[in-house]
């Protein structure tokens, strides 16, 4: 069973940083590829970034190379989002979503979703 739970959300200023957290208190975590998508208001989820189970191969939104990183650590269950250089676009609720084994950047190929976490980017 999947279960994932985001956090680390918050509201910052333009240009800050931000990491956010999602930890699976499932037993698969190896296994599943993890991958983090974000709803703005009034907007339908778009894609941010997701990682290989092993964490060595990773994807991102164009909208977000080069500012926003990736990263997973399977001995802790945890999947990070590093976020830099936040823009007030990027206001949004995020989500982690598992899914087994193949990557993939639709949220239809993800069946297990966290609760979301806010960001807001406001000055």
């Known amino acids: 069973q999947v279960q994932l739970v985001e956090s680390g959300g918050g509201l910052v200023q333009p240009g800050d940083s931000l990491i956010l957290s999602c930890s699976d208190s499932?037993?698969?975590?190896?296994?599943?590829?993890m991958g983090w998508f974000r709803q703005a208001p009034g907007k339908g989820r778009e894609f941010v970034a997701a990682l290989t189970t092993t964490g060595l191969s990773k994807f991102y939104a164009n909208s977000v190379k080069g500012r926003f990183t990736i990263s997973r650590d399977n001995a802790r269950n945890t999947v990070y989002l590093q976020m830099n250089s936040l823009k007030p676009e990027d206001t949004a609720v995020y989500y982690c979503?598992?899914?087994?084994?193949?990557?993939?950047?639709?949220?239809?190929?993800?069946?297990?979703w966290g609760q979301g976490t806010q960001v807001t980017i406001s000055s």
């Open positions: 499932g037993l698969t975590f190896s296994r599943n590829v």
């Open positions: 979503a598992a899914r087994n084994l193949i990557s993939s950047v639709n949220d239809y190929d993800y069946p297990y």
